[in-house]
């Protein structure tokens, strides 16, 4: 079956540095994979996806990044803001239904 | 405020209650998904519906949970003989349903506490 695991499950980084979270799956058999963004006591917010047969897309000061070959996931954050202090979940997704998450990583920005 | 909302927010009960959640989704949206979190760990998928049709189970979902989407509208999450095991924070999903639109939205979730 799928699973989907965070390289690290902290990340700490000074504002206005950028950040970079790390996500690996072990099923290819996904047709995109999403980031989603949890604020405490909040439900996970969507933050960019990317399909399958793409390898980088970009957003307002995110990009996400799929190297299929390794089978890895990223997200970077430019300019990291207090505001962005968060766990990030990666997920994979199917046009059948249901996601996959991993287990998070924990994002602390330091003023 | 147009997105998806969840109710209760809170629920503390009894081990052996039954309890009931609600979810309302995006309205033009034709799936809606069910996820339980706990503490430190990523959503886990429990069930969806495509209008008011369960496709898809998971096992996590054991003959105590039921989930309902009568009218292809709002859904009913309920839990028969609460277990201490089930305190969790159950997220509620939905999505357009369509190719190429399948980002889910998540609601604020009802956090459930079994005493």
């Known amino acids: 079956g799928e699973s989907v695991g965070l390289h690290l499950p902290t990340l700490s980084v000074q504002e206005g540095d950028n950040s970079i979270i790390n996500c690996a799956y072990s099923n290819s058999a996904s047709d995109y994979f999403i980031w989603y963004k949890q604020e405490s006591g909040k439900g996970p917010q969507f933050i960019i996806d990317?399909?399958?047969?793409?390898d980088k897309r970009q957003g307002q000061r995110v990009t996400v990044l799929l190297n299929k070959t390794v089978k890895h996931l990223s997200l970077q954050i430019a300019a990291t803001q207090p505001g962005d202090s968060a766990v990030y979940f990666c997920?994979?997704?199917?046009?059948?239904?249901?996601?996959?998450f991993g287990d998070g990583t924990t994002l602390t920005v330091k003023p | 405020d147009t997105g998806v909302s969840q109710d209760p927010r809170h629920k503390i009960t009894k081990r052996g209650q039954n309890v009931t959640f609600r979810c309302d989704p995006i309205s033009e949206h034709n799936r809606l998904y069910w996820y339980r979190q706990t503490l430190g760990q990523g959503p886990e998928f429990l069930t969806y519906f495509q209008n008011e049709a369960q496709l898809e189970k998971s096992r996590l979902l054991s003959d105590r949970f039921s989930a309902e989407r009568p009218k292809g509208s709002f859904s009913t999450l309920e839990i028969q003989r609460t277990e201490q095991g089930d305190s969790a924070m159950y997220l509620c999903a939905s999505s357009l349903g369509l190719a190429d639109q399948e980002t889910q939205y998540f609601g604020p979730g009802t956090r459930l506490l079994v005493l």
């Open positions: 997920a994979l997704g199917t046009n059948a239904g249901k996601s996959t």
């Open positions: 990317i399909r399958s047969n793409m």
